[in-house]
Structures are given as C-alpha cells and as structure tokens.
C-alpha cells in the first residue's frame, strides 16, 4: 500500500510556473507507476502525466505537453510535477496517484490507479 501527500500548489499569474510535489510513503514506491490528475468543479477528474516506475517512461495527456514535467527521486520516495506557461484553463485540484500494479509502464488511463492523495490546489490568475 502507498500513502501520498500532495504539496506545492497555490496562487500564480499566468505564464508563471510551479512545482508540484508528491511525497509517499509505503515499501512500494519503488515499484508504483505515480501519475498525476486534476479536477475541477462540475468535471470529470483529467489524468495529465505519468511516470513509470524506474523512470524510464513517460506519458501525457495533449492539452499539457510541452508545459508539464513530470520526474521522480526514488530515494526521496517523491514524485514532481513541473508546469511552466501557466494558464487560467490550468486552475484545479491536482492529485498524485499510485498504481495498483507494480512495474507498470507509463500511463494515464485511470483504472490503474487505486491510491490517491488529498490534493493541492493550483490557482491561475490571468
């Protein structure tokens, strides 16, 4: 099992930039694909990039690439997310998920993944 704490939202002007950062814990994490999703009000929660276990792979869903980053640090048990040029569009709830299968390639389809964290609000000002 794998627990996740999301950190490093907040408030930001369009073409700024964050760091989105998701901590987890559990023996696994090594193992567990990590993606990250956001949602907003009235909408269906929208998987946006995802990182294979080993780091090797990589996907994303159309409307970020080229903007969003995601990494991760297996001795930090930590997985990023990098968005840059941010836009009033990009304003959500963003969520950190693990895969409920080890050693999964990279993917954004959401029956893969089974444990989420709470969320950190990211907030785009135009």
């Not at 998987?47 to 970020?64: C, K, P, Q």
């Not at 903007?67 to 990098?82: C, G, H, M, P, Q």
């Amino acid at each position: 099992q794998v627990h996740v704490v999301e950190s490093g939202g907040g408030l930001v002007a369009a073409g700024g930039s964050l760091r989105l950062s998701c901590a987890a814990s559990g023996h696994t994490f090594s193992n567990n694909t990590m993606a990250w999703a956001r949602q907003v009000p009235g909408k269906e929660r929208e998987f946006v990039a995802s990182i294979s276990w080993n780091g090797d792979s990589t996907e994303y869903d159309d409307s970020v690439k080229g903007r969003f980053t995601i990494s991760r640090d297996n001795a930090k048990n930590t997985v990023y997310l990098e968005i840059n040029s941010l836009r009033p569009e990009d304003t959500a709830v963003y969520y950190c998920a693990a895969s409920s299968f080890p050693k999964m390639l990279a993917t954004i389809h959401p029956d893969f993944y089974m444990y989420w964290g709470q969320g950190t609000q990211v907030t785009v000002s135009s």
